[in-house]
């Protein structure tokens, strides 16, 4: 038998990123609510991680470790993939700015989430829930990105604007497919990319994170928002 509210406690989500910060928050909330999480990570220690977590290697960066994650999940439902992994690379403006640089940002937090959203396509297509989540940032909004920040930062914001376009344009391409594409901005979250002196702690993010994910559904695909599910201006 079949209830609604035993739908989330057997959705697979996966998370990229999950080694620390919001991705290991975001792993453990999840599994406390009883999903059953599989935890992408470059170099897998399950040490930190809920019980009941299945992890796997990824490194978003490689192309090849891609294809290796498609290949061992293959056959099996993905109901929810988070892109979540990112690097931030020079901080530091136009005068220190390095095209390796900017070039690995543009990778890691553009690229990869849709090499990953057409790598695991047949999965999430064979999942109930059907949707896939880009951690991004208001950073990379042009309308309110540098309203309250005036940071460098020149390639994280190019790589988050690039990976708010793909958001919009996979949500086109895989409506017909019944997959919702949402982006969302945790907020400015005490990690190692936040620093200590960033006002809200992961659990706070990760809470109102959780919330938009489960509630987002078709009509939501293509949207920006914050964790507490305020919109954000592209
Ligand atoms: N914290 C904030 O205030 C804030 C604000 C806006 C948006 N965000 C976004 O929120 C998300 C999480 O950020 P965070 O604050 O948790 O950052 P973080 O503490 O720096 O953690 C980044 C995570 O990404 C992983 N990662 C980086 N490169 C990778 C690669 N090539 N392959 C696989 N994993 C890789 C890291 O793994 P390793 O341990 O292997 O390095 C780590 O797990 C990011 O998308 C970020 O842009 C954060």
Redesign the pocket.
């Known amino acids: 038998m079949t209830t609604d509210t035993a739908e989330p406690a057997r959705a697979t989500v996966l998370v ?8 290991a928050a975001m792993v453990k909330a999840f599994a406390a609510r009883g999903y059953h999480v599989i935890a992408a ?3 897998p220690s399950e040490a930190a991680l809920a019980a009941g977590t299945r992890v796997v290697p ?4 490689d192309p090849r470790s891609i294809e290796a994650l498609a290949t061992s999940l293959a056959g099996e439902p993905v109901d929810i993939l988070v892109n ?4 931030r690379g020079d901080t530091g403006g136009l005068s220190t700015l390095d095209p390796e640089d900017f070039l690995a940002v543009m990778r ?1 937090n553009a690229l990869a989430p849709l090499l990953l959203a057409r790598a695991l396509h047949a999965n999430l297509k064979a999942g109930r829930l059907k949707k896939i989540i880009h ?1 991004s ?1 208001r950073a990379g909004s042009l309308a309110e990105g540098t309203l309250d920040d005036d940071e460098g930062d020149y390639a994280y914001r190019c790589s988050k604007a690039a990976l708010n376009m793909a958001g919009v344009k996979l949500a086109q391409d895989f409506r017909r497919d019944g997959i919702t594409v949402l982006a969302l ?2 907020g ?2 005490k ?4 620093g200590a002196e ?1 006002p809200l702690d992961t659990k706070d993010s990760v809470a109102g994170l959780i919330t938009r994910i489960e509630e987002a559904g078709p009509a939501d695909s293509g949207r920006f928002l914050r964790f507490d599910g305020r919109p954000i201006a592209w």
């Open positions: 990229t990123g999950a080694s620390r910060g919001l991705g990570m470059r170099r990824l490194d978003v960066d979540n992994a990112a690097i890691v951690i940032s901005h945790p400015w979250v990690t190692d990319m936040g960033a």
